[in-house]
């Protein structure tokens, strides 16, 4: 996981090394995520499917998904020539610190409703930068994080520039935007104000619904309860100073919005899977 430095909740996380397998399909239908999801294929095939299109992917080849698009590999090649990638998977306000107004990617995406074409056959420009960020990734030099932000500049950049959709038929479906639209502005209060006692009251109330109501949407779109996303939105900011800071865990706990520092240790080992000093311990060591 790339840690970002000052945007403490905005992480661009970065699996280098994945090996395509066949998804269960229905399964994936109802995993939708807001990232947009880069693949940078180095070595193997494999096909994917992207909504309704089939795309036959191979070493050198570079896929885009966007926001709540639909997708899944259904054909992973034999077990010697299965498709091997390195993952980026980019939250949509990640690239706002390097220029709000031009690379606002939730704004062109879900505001503007644009798409990125999602198969960039061969093109070598893309996959350079991205061999390079994960590269990058793996060695964990100073200066890793900032190094991997100008990357990604350079591959927004082109995107935007060579890689609209042209597709009037974007995949993000109306319902999904209505939906998202409509407890954005709750989404945004959660980022500004994840230290302080957010409730759902005040949460329906900035979307202008009643509670039941939008617990209802939250849901369908984050597949969270509103406190499930509050807690994890938490943990990720808290994760951020645990690694990057000498803070001692009371007040990452404090700073972050957790009641004392016993609660935040229980909530944290149940998202991560271990305690906060060991993963702090660990991370350090590397």
């Known amino acids: 996981m790339v840690i970002l430095e000052k945007n403490l909740g905005n992480q661009i996380r970065v699996h280098p090394d994945r090996i395509a397998q066949i998804n269960d399909i229905n399964a994936m239908r109802s995993a939708l995520h807001e990232d947009v999801e880069i693949k940078c294929f180095y070595e193997g095939t ?38 091997k990638y390195h993952l980026f998977m980019v939250p949509l306000d990640y690239m706002q610190q390097v220029s709000p107004d031009e690379l606002d990617l939730r704004n062109i ?21 991205l061999m390079l960020a994960g590269k990058e990734y793996a060695q964990q030099r100073t200066g890793c994080n900032a190094y991997i932000r ?18 009037v038929n974007y995949s993000v479906r109306s319902d999904i935007l209505h939906s998202y639209s409509l407890i954005e502005p709750a989404l945004r209060h ?14 329906a109330h900035l979307c202008g619904v009643s509670k039941h109501y939008f617990c209802r949407v939250f849901k369908a ?8 996303y509050l807690r994890d939105y938490r943990i990720t900011v808290a994760d951020t100073l645990l ?7 009371s007040e990452i706990a404090e700073m972050c919005g957790f009641e004392g520092a016993n609660y935040f240790c229980r909530s944290y080992k149940s998202v991560c899977g271990v305690s906060p000093g060991k993963s702090r311990k660990v991370n350090q060591s590397v």
């Open 221 to 228: 779109v984050t597949e969270k309860t509103v406190m499930q």
């Open 46 to 83: 494999a096909t994917l499917l992207i909504e309704n299109q089939t795309i036959n992917v191979k070493a050198g080849d570079v896929v885009v998904i966007n926001p709540y698009e639909f997708h899944a590999t259904v054909k992973c090649g034999e077990e010697a020539e299965k498709g």
């Open 150 to 167: 100008a990357l990604m500049t350079q591959v927004f950049v082109y995107l935007l520039r060579n890689g609209i959709s042209d597709d």
């Open 243 to 249: 690694q990057n800071t000498d803070k001692s865990i």
């Open 190 to 203: 959660i980022r500004d104000n994840y230290s302080a006692n957010v409730t759902l009251e005040e949460l």
């Open 109 to 129: 995406i879900i505001a503007q409703k644009n798409s990125f074409t999602n198969h960039f056959s061969g093109n070598k420009y893309l996959y350079d930068i």
